[in-house]
């Protein structure tokens, strides 16, 4: 079956650096997003890797292995703002294509 | 329109009436997604349209869930027989091209069953 694992809660202090995990166990992979959730609002886009290696956008980094089926998040210079779900999303291209999330994981970023 | 648009926003109802969502989306986005989202949960995945193709239902929990896309354009999402277990919120997401790419989500119909 198709299996995306992410922790379910982490907590950082304002102004640090913090790395969300993601490992998946999937067939057909055609790449990986990040999306943002605050709370009762809907997900935006982060990030996307399909290539191994580090992408990196501001304040926000993503970095895919898919031979290791692994992927992190790096946020730095954590703001109150980046208070919010983290979602781990798998492209999947199994015949046709559909995109399947992970559990998400909910930062608390703390003074 | 600028963005997925969904509607209800906010829809209660009674345990064994039929509900209808509806999402509008991006114009010109082939692909489009119902997903899941109960409280503090991640997102369900329930049902894929991709262009022209016969949709992915793969993730529809039972034959209650349906949904259509018409025209390639608008989708309804359909409940019949709703049970307590059906709340939570729906997202419809849309996307450029059917072959996987950044999703743009609406602001979800939150779904209460008493």
């Known amino acids: 079956g198709q299996n995306i694992d992410q922790p379910t809660e982490m907590t950082a202090t304002e102004g640090a650096i913090v790395q969300i995990n993601c490992t998946y166990q999937t067939s057909g992979f055609n790449g990986l997003f990040w999306y943002q959730q605050h709370a009762g609002e809907a997900p935006t886009f982060l990030s996307y890797n399909v290539l191994d290696g580090l992408e990196e956008k501001g304040r926000f980094s993503s970095f895919l292995s898919r031979s290791k089926g692994y992927s992190y998040l790096l946020l730095k210079e954590l703001q109150m703002k980046d208070s919010a779900s983290y979602l781990c999303a798998v492209s999947l291209n199994t015949g046709g294509f559909k995109t399947i999330f992970g559990a998400g994981t909910r930062l608390f970023v703390k003074a | ?114």
């Open chain 2, 1 to 114: 329109g600028a963005g997925v648009s969904q509607s209800p926003s906010n829809k209660v109802t009674e345990k064994g009436k039929d509900v209808e969502l509806r999402c509008d989306p991006i114009s010109g986005h082939t692909a489009l997604y119902w997903y899941r989202q109960s409280l503090g949960q991640g997102l369900e995945f329930l049902i894929y349209f991709q262009g022209n193709s016969a949709p992915d239902k793969s993730g529809l929990p039972s034959d209650r869930f349906s949904a259509e896309r018409t025209g390639g354009s608008v989708s309804t999402l359909t409940i019949q027989r709703t049970q307590q277990e059906d709340s939570a919120v729906y997202l419809c997401a849309s996307s450029l091209n059917i072959g996987g790419g950044e999703l743009f989500f609406g602001e979800g119909s939150r779904l209460t069953v008493l």
